[in-house]
């Protein structure tokens, strides 16, 4: 890991139905989440978003914190573990930092270095992976910078907006974290 991602500016707390509002400002937002509402079918509304914060919060394989800004407490996104299947002691991983003009500044990288420490610290998972699309290459520099490992190309896995998309899994243990 690199010297330049400090986990100790942002902080994690669970998410809270308190969040829903400051999702609905990015959860829709082809240009934060790209494509989240189209999997979904239709865009996602406050009673979709509430629901799922509900759900979460009450679920035995999802881990979902709300990310802060360590020094003033402002909203900056959400980081979670989600499909944890215990006996394997994997989960998947997702990071979103929801204002565009905190993009680029460390945010990401450093509430994902936070969940690592609570997926491989707190819970003890072996590995934590994830997918993303091949052509979201700002996103795959955060996650390699982080230290994920590419695992392989999972060719046409999406159909989306008319066409296949690849996709990048990337992957990282336990013992390759800090």
Do not use: C
């Not at 499909?83 to 500044?105: E, M, P, T, V, Y």
């Amino acid at each position: 890991m690199t010297s330049t991602i400090r986990p100790a500016t942002v902080a994690l707390r669970p998410v809270d139905e308190i969040d829903v509002d400051n999702i609905l400002t990015w959860v829709n937002d082809q240009s934060v989440v790209g494509n989240l509402a189209s999997f979904a079918g239709a865009p996602l509304t406050r009673d979709d978003e509430l629901a799922w914060v509900r759900k979460v919060r009450t679920s035995a394989d999802e881990r979902v914190f709300t990310v802060t800004d360590a020094q003033d407490s402002r909203y900056l996104g959400q980081v979670g573990l989600h499909q944890i299947f215990w006996r394997s002691r994997l989960a998947r991983a997702a990071a979103i930092i929801a204002r565009k003009n905190d993009h680029g500044r460390g945010y990401g990288s450093a509430a994902i270095a936070a969940l690592l420490d609570v997926a491989f610290h707190d819970l003890e998972l072996h590995k934590v992976w994830l997918m993303v699309f091949r052509t979201n290459e700002r996103s795959l520099r955060t996650w390699r910078r982080v230290g994920f490992k590419d695992e392989g190309v999972l060719r046409d896995e999406y159909f989306h907006e008319g066409a296949w998309h690849d996709m990048v899994r990337l992957g990282m243990l336990r013992h390759e974290w800090r």
